[in-house]
């Protein structure tokens, strides 16, 4: 099974839309052109993520916001660097925080090779209208070094959220 990587929010959620909620006719907010992006380098890994509101619930999560984000992981250092993990850290709107840790991205450990780029989309359904996610990537270089690239914050709010 192969894994095909969206290249912006509105392909991330048209995709999610497919893959999750085949057969059913849904109604959800495209991204615009104008999409703020929030970014952090640690050790020349440029980390920039783009947040979206997909504006329904997916049939598995009832009741939830559904927000959508579109990660490019740049190595800008001079030598490559392998995905290993991730640990999120997610705040909804009454400061209730969760933490997710897991083995790669969508399935995927990418080693990123000096000046490219790793490329995905995700999802994370939020009982609030707002609420920020955050968190790292444990890297390790071709040496062998670990270390752990900073995710930035980034809010997640519903168009009509009121702060």
């Not at 995709?15 to 991204?31: D, H, I, N, Q, T």
């Not at 030598?79 to 997610?90: A, K, N, T």
């Not at 939020?126 to 920020?132: D, L």
Request: charged share 20%; hydrophobic share 30%; aromatic share 10%.
């Amino acid at each position: 099974m192969s894994t095909r990587l969206a290249r912006s929010p509105v392909e991330a959620v048209k995709y999610l839309s497919r893959r999750w909620a085949a057969g059913r006719k849904l109604v959800f907010m495209s991204a615009s052109e104008n999409e703020t992006s929030y970014s952090s380098v640690t050790r020349g890994v440029h980390v920039k993520v783009i947040p979206s509101y997909m504006g329904y619930s997916l049939p598995h999560h009832p009741g939830h916001y559904m927000f959508t984000y579109n990660v490019t992981i740049t190595n800008q250092s001079d030598r490559p660097v392998q995905l290993l993990r991730r640990h999120w850290y997610i705040t909804d709107g009454h400061g209730q925080v969760e933490q997710v840790q897991g083995d790669g991205v969508i399935g995927q450990r990418p080693t990123i090779l000096p000046g490219r780029s790793h490329e995905y989309s995700s999802y994370c359904p939020m009982r609030t209208e707002i609420g920020s996610m955050r968190g790292s990537y444990q890297m390790v270089t071709d040496e062998g070094e670990f270390f752990d690239a900073e995710i930035p914050a980034f809010p997640l709010v519903t168009p009509g959220a009121k702060n």
